[in-house]
């Protein structure tokens, strides 16, 4: 359905909105029928004959729609002969006659539907109005939490292989790209720098920030640029129920890793992973963090070549300071709500495929700071709400506007708000030697601190 025209997609959402309008329904499968799809305007017509089944017009569209000869119309009198002596003559032509006769002309004639298929179909105004407040981001992949083809979907043991993401993907957040080249690529991509400097081909980075920015995101960009496989592991992959089970899957997954490398291992909400063993009162999970601490080391320190561990959080600070040490996620990356350009790049991803016009992105970029990715796609989600229920109240097929997505930036908070509130107290207060310098250096840009 990626191929369907803005008027099928809106007037498909209005025949939902509205599943009893008859002729409405009509008018869809008509349109159904003219673009080939004789089959799905057949189960159209089929459901309008459930809500009307005297309707002529119905009865002659399915026809069409099957490919009968036009006589066929004809058929569905048939039964109706024999049908007359087994009730009262009188009832057999008022039951179905009666509701068909105010139906069809009382909503037909309040809205020319064919004048306003025209009219939507002549609207080719432009989608975005270019202003001078335009951030010039053009890249359509957005920086998201809840990108197509969720990791967390896959189970330990499944690996995804080399995928084509990578860093320019990534809109905006010029920043972080710079700090992982220098801290994290760089060596990698250079065998005989790495050998003349002893660099081993083996690192953890952990990515910590607000929930829906993307670290999901820049994890898979990463595994893109080693050219690596990537696997992604989240607690339901691990736990499980059978006394060192849990602890034979943490090993299970570093073999498979380590026979596919290069490999990237995500380890996805590391605080429910690695939380800290001293606040855990279950043996289960502190055997967890035991044995994890002993993948990452390696039994001689070598066996993990070629094995790059990422790993994402909201809450760092929950994290056990033992997977922090050097050696094991000694790279620490702040991911924060995404900059002007990445705004851009993640509202022009959103509204690809919907139907729009007059957008003017830069406006709409200033009105969204401090959104993350996840509320951006939910902004652009509430704006075409919006402009279907109007749609479907008025019975006038329209775009989406300016008005729809700014009234939409007006009802969302964004949801980063609540964690920085949570950071403050751990930057103000919990900073011990350096760990939040970033996280600190932000607070005090945005007047937080």
Known sequence: ????SPLIRSLRAAVAAAPEDVPLRLHFAELLLAEGRGDEAVTEAAVALQHAPGDEAARALMVRAMGLP????????APEAPQAPAAPAPEVPAAPQAPAAPETPARSSTFDWDKAEQEVGDLVGPRFVESGSGTGG??????????????GDASAWDIDAPGSVRLADVGGMQEVKDRLEAAFLAPMRNPELRKLYGKSLRGGLLLYGPPGCGKTFIARAVAGELGASFMSISLSDILDMYIGSSEKNVHDIFETARAQAPC?????????LGAKR???????????????????????????????????????????????????????????????????????????????????????VKATEDFSGADLA??????????LLDSARTGTVRMINMKDLLGAAKQIKPSSESWFASARNVAMFANDGGMYDDLVAYLKKKRKL
């Open 138 to 151: 053009d890249l359509e992949q957005p920086l998201t939490a809840d990108g197509s083809g969720d990791p």
């Open 264 to 272: 990237v291992v995500f380890l996805d909400e590391l605080d429910a």
């Open 378 to 387: 939910h902004l652009c989600e509430t704006a075409a709400e919006s402009a």
């Open 278 to 364: 001293s606040r855990t009162h279950h043996s289960g999970l502190r055997n967890v963090v035991n044995q994890l601490l002993t993948e990452l080391d390696g039994v001689d320190g070598a066996e993990n070549e070629g094995v790059f561990v990422l790993a994402a959080t909201n809450v760092p600070w929950d994290v056990d300071l033992a997977l922090r040490r050097p050696g094991r996620l000694d790279r620490t990356l702040l991911v924060l709500p995404p900059d002007a350009p990445a705004r851009e790049a993640i509202l022009r991803y959103h509204l690809r495929e919907r139907p729009i016009e007059s957008v003017d992105l830069g406006k709409l």
């Open 1 to 4: 359905m990626s191929d369907e």
């Open 70 to 77: 036009a006589v066929a119309p004809a058929a569905p009198q």
